[in-house]
């Protein structure tokens, strides 16, 4: 085999969920693939660092020449909602469910001391900034994996909203329960509706 397929197997199966099996076929594919596509596929890997950033409100992946995204941008959501998820991927999962106007907050992780993750690594300050400046009582909608870094995290959010003394800004509610795969970014559509309308309030 050509050390240039090989190298290009090894770079596919380095992708989350690709196996060699599966990056021996994904290859194959990109080497008969026509040259326009290929063109358009190469433009993208190289361009997609510069032409993304990251939104200054919610913490969501945006186009690089926006300063917010899309959803913060829109008047039409209500605003007096945030959702908090750990992962950019279960905020596109919610969304792409449908039901929820609301906006998001995208922590980018959840505590865990084991691998190397705390509070400090999370974008937490922000999500206080927005209570301390809102207006109105806002709902703080967690909606995160259950687990035991979700629990470390729920709970540092918890006292620190006493902390700051913003209790009476908040109403804390979370998903329900009802979610078939546990995750979000697994679950099926009826089950994410049904957790957000069945949401508990903490």
Known sequence: MPEALKRLIHNISLLPGIGENRATKLAFFLLNANENYLKDFRENIVSIKEKTDICTSCWAITDAWRKTCSICDDSKRDSTQICIVEEYLDMLTLESAGGYTGLYHVLWGAISPINWV???DLHFSKLFERIESSDTKLELIIATNPNLEWEAT?????????????????????????????YIEYADTMSLVSALKERKEV
């Not at 620190?160 to 078939?180: C, D, F, Y």
């Open 154 to 182: 729920s709970a540092f959010f918890t006292e620190e909203i006493e902390k700051r003394k913003l209790k009476h800004k908040v109403k804390i509610t979370r998903l329900s329960r009802g979610l078939s795969s546990g």
């Open 118 to 120: 705390f509070v400090g």
